[in-house]
């Protein structure tokens, strides 16, 4: 089982180039998920605005969630059970969207695929 980081999916919908042939190929070869978690994480930075009125994120997550959903690519909702695991081999840092990704592939025995050098090295990650 896969679930695409952030990054990731926004990428496989928005900019596929953008994706390494090691890292299509793995999506390829399984049935990829994308977290709530990674809708959320995506609308908050929608929301914000620099002072000339500039959305500071990257896409609408209603496009991205969309997207997802043209691709065939299943949407998983965070459940109370998630919500409550820690994390058995903790993150160095403090990103809430990091730890309860990690927590949902702990939980549903996937890996993370992603980008992310602070995650990379995570026995839950994989960045083929």
Do not use: C, Y
């Not at 997550?61 to 997802?68: A, F, Q, S, V, W």
């Not at 993370?112 to 995570?122: A, F, Q």
Request: proline share 9%; hydrophobic share 50%; net charge negative.
């Amino acid at each position: 089982m896969l679930l695409l980081d952030t990054h990731i999916a926004l990428w496989l919908v928005r900019e596929p180039g953008v994706l390494r042939p090691a890292e299509l190929a793995a999506i390829e070869g399984s049935e990829p998920l994308v977290s709530a978690i990674s809708l959320w994480e995506l609308r908050l930075k929608w929301d914000r605005v620099t002072a000339s009125g500039a959305r500071k994120g990257p896409a609408d997550p209603l496009e991205i969630r969309t997207g997802l959903e043209i691709l065939g690519v299943n949407i998983l909702p965070l459940v109370p059970d998630q919500a409550a695991a820690s994390l058995k081999h903790p993150i160095p840092h403090r990103d809430p969207f990091d730890e309860m990704l990690l927590i949902q592939a702990q939980e549903l025995g996937a890996k993370l695929l992603t980008r992310d050098r602070l995650l990379i090295d995570h026995p839950l990650a994989i960045a083929p």
